[in-house]
């Protein structure tokens, strides 16, 4: 049974910092692209960023490049996402996909997804 599961949001001051953790089980997780994704109430779910398998290729959406930085350890199956100078436009629930396209597409159509967890900003 797949699972994937995140931890590490919270409320947050404007400027601050947040790592978020995603740890997946069930599946063979060296082998996956991971992904965060994030929806804001009202807006669409958009890609935040990505690593690819080998944990050499990183992508960033442009409104998180310089501020965000996604790293991940394959010994314990989990990848993280260190949020510094974080805005109140950064509020949103943020999701780790398992196995989403990391090449600047976001597809992640077949990728397994975790619960979510709320990152909170305030001004």
């Known amino acids: 049974q797949v699972q994937v599961v995140e931890s590490g949001g919270g409320l947050v001051q404007a400027g601050g910092s947040l790592r978020l953790s995603c740890t997946a089980s069930g599946l063979n997780f060296g082998t996956l692209n991971m992904a965060w994704f994030r929806q804001a109430p009202g807006k669409e779910r958009e890609g935040v960023s990505c690593?690819?398998?080998?944990?050499?290729?990183?992508y960033y959406t442009d409104s998180v490049k310089g501020r965000f930085t996604i790293y991940r350890d394959n010994v314990k199956n989990s990848v993280f996402l260190q949020m510094d100078s974080l805005k109140p436009e950064d509020t949103a629930m943020y999701y780790c996909a398992a196995g989403a396209a990391c090449d600047g597409s976001w597809r992640s159509d077949s990728a397994y997804w975790g619960q979510g967890t709320q990152v909170t900003v305030s001004s």
């Open positions: 690593i690819r398998w080998t944990g050499i290729k990183t």
